[in-house]
């Protein structure tokens, strides 16, 4: 017997798919009746990422020939069922406020100060803002000058520091040649969200040739932690696929957390269930978080939570703070656990 979310992955109608599937406590379609849910990792975009419809949980990291100019990411299919397909043009902003509303998501976004402010003014009290100190995107290297980076969380609002994603430039987050950002964000007691693991089928002989896989190893976070012991951690997509090192971190270090954003849709479900499996199991439940990494497909995030919330190896304790308490600790925000 298929579980519910095999279902949904295998369902005909998308939409049938989730009205069936859905838990019971997040079918309760108002949003005074759904309980509230933290999204720890969303991109600030307007309009599509590069891209097209998006088959969840069925990646295929086919094998490549290097006599060709073939660029594929694992996850970009054209038949699957059911299909997340990206929102008409100009209309994603507008269609997330309305996913966040349905859903009752906060969700911390990371960009730069004016794509952060579009998603603020779209959707009121419902963003929390994150920036990083990397300039041009993933990939580049360019460098946001501390004293602005200072200015945007003690004067601009900014909450959060990240997306980090030194693993695309090749580099350790242990690289003393950024260590500067961190000590700031240890001084001003600002909470690190930092890309490890996952990348994407073949982006370093792709798309992205400075990408290292071994850059994501959680286990580098080591000696960036022993200099900055109040630094709080959290490690994007869990260090996926390194479960041991994770979970020899986590063990070490109890300042950090982990969330499941981009892994939670971009592999296999029993691969995913069995990572989020294993890090429960471990011990290391109150240190979980629901993300997405949502990108260009409203419909993620919806899909995304119901991966969670059907998940039979976890208890409804569990799913509620994996969806919300953990990431109101983490960060620190004045509101009661959510049951």
Known sequence: ML???????????????????????????????????????????????PGGPMCPNEARFLASDPATKEATNGWNQEECTPKLSPAAKGEYLKSMAAEMERLNVTAVVFGDEKSVQKWKDAMPGRVIPG???TSGGMGGNGRVPLDELRDDFTKKGFKVMGEIGLQYEGLSPSDMSVDQYFALAEQLDVPVAIHMGTG????????????????????????LLARHPKLRVQVMHAGYPMIDNMLTLLQ????????????????????VNHYIQRLVEAGFEDRVMFGTDQLQWPKL???????????????????????YNNAARFLRLDAPKAR
Request: charged share 15%; aromatic share 10%.
């Open 131 to 133: 920036t990083s100190f």
């Open 252 to 271: 070490a270090s109890s300042h950090v957390y982990v969330d499941v954003a981009g892994l939670i849709w971009s592999y296999p479900i029993k691969e």
């Open 3 to 49: 579980s519910c979310i095999e279902q949904s992955v295998r369902s005909i109608a998308y939409g049938l798919a989730f009205g069936l599937c859905i838990a019971p406590s997040f079918a309760q379609n108002t949003s005074t009746a759904v309980a509230p849910v933290i999204d720890v990792h969303v991109h600030a975009m307007d309009e599509s990422f």
């Open 200 to 223: 994407g089928s073949g982006r370093a002989n792709i798309a992205m040739p400075k990408f290292r896989g071994s850059a994501g190893n959680p286990l580098l976070l080591e000696e």
């Open 301 to 323: 995030m919806s899909y995304s939570i119901s991966i969670i919330q059907n998940a039979e190896y976890l208890t409804p304790e569990q799913k509620r703070d994996i969806l």
